[in-house]
């Protein structure tokens, strides 16, 4: 008989205990299988991809090492400095990572900061930025536009991380990108987190990674049903181009996508 495997719990990782306080709170009993095995090479220092589909908990497994990582600077650091930048494809996307990094690092007070640039209030974010926070979430773009106009300065930072890495040159971002990885010190930690290795990643990873580990959950090909949502919008046949066009235009679907039609006629009216 098979001994069961013993799973790395997470005050087996060296965590702050403020940071196990507020995995606690979040009623987070053990780590998922992605969180296991990223978070100590993680706290390593080793580069990383993150190849897990949404929902294994790939937010925490670079988030929790990354608030460790800057807790452990701050012990000596005599300096305010902007530690970890975490580049998203979308506005919604950053402010599902920011808000997450808040909820993990919620015991730590004032001790680490974290400010999102994905939102349009561009004057209330260059006065956040003078305060330098710890962490800055943002769309590449967003991200570019700040650094060319002088309004924060990346020569500290100590990690890198590009999440849904697979979509952010699919959504246009691969200029803004590679520009701004100029802007960064020439010494860094880089975590690309992905559901798929795409050749857009691949490229990714030749410019910031050096010798990563890649990590691949194995996952069922069918998504547990636990994992989906579905929703009915009933319409009339001549308004379904122009709910489909918003669903699209204001990124309410992300990913890829599969539309069904019942003929032909009906797919050109869609395209």
């Known amino acids: 008989m098979m001994e069961e495997r013993k799973i790395l719990q997470f005050h087996e990782m060296e965590l702050d205990d403020r940071i196990l306080k507020a995995i606690s709170k979040l009623g987070w009993t053990e780590p998922t299988l992605i969180q296991e095995a990223a978070i100590p090479l993680l706290l390593e220092g080793k580069d990383v991809i993150v190849k897990a589909r949404t929902g294994s908990g790939k937010t925490a497994a670079f988030a929790l090492p990354l608030i460790q990582k800057i807790l452990n600077t701050k012990m000596s650091a005599t300096e305010q400095c902007i530690s970890a930048l975490v580049l998203a ?5 950053c402010q599902q990572t920011r808000v997450a990094i808040e909820q993990m690092s919620e015991n730590c007070g004032k ?9 349009s209030d561009v004057v209330a974010q260059r006065h956040v930025l003078s305060e330098r926070p710890d962490v800055v979430v943002s769309t590449p773009a967003k991200m570019l536009n700040h650094l060319q106009a002088n309004a924060l300065n990346l020569k500290n930072i100590e990690t890198l991380v590009v999440d849904e890495a697979d979509l952010v040159f699919s959504f246009g971002f691969e200029k803004e990108f590679k520009k701004i990885v100029h802007y960064l010190p020439p010494i860094y930690q880089a975590v690309l987190v992905s559901a798929t290795i795409t050749e857009e990643v691949i490229d990714i990873k030749s410019i910031i990674l ?9 996952e069922p090909e069918l998504v547990p049903e636990q994992q989906l949502s579905h929703q009915r919008i009933i319409a009339e046949e001549d308004d379904k181009p122009a709910i489909l066009y918003a669903l699209l235009k204001l990124r309410l679907i992300r990913g890829k996508n599969v539309i069904f039609v019942n003929s032909v006629d009906r797919c050109y009216k869609q395209v």
């Open 210 to 218: 050096k010798n990563p580990v890649v990590l691949r959950l194995e």
């Open 111 to 119: 001790v680490l900061r974290v400010i999102d640039l994905s939102s």
């Open 89 to 93: 494809p979308s506005k919604e996307l």
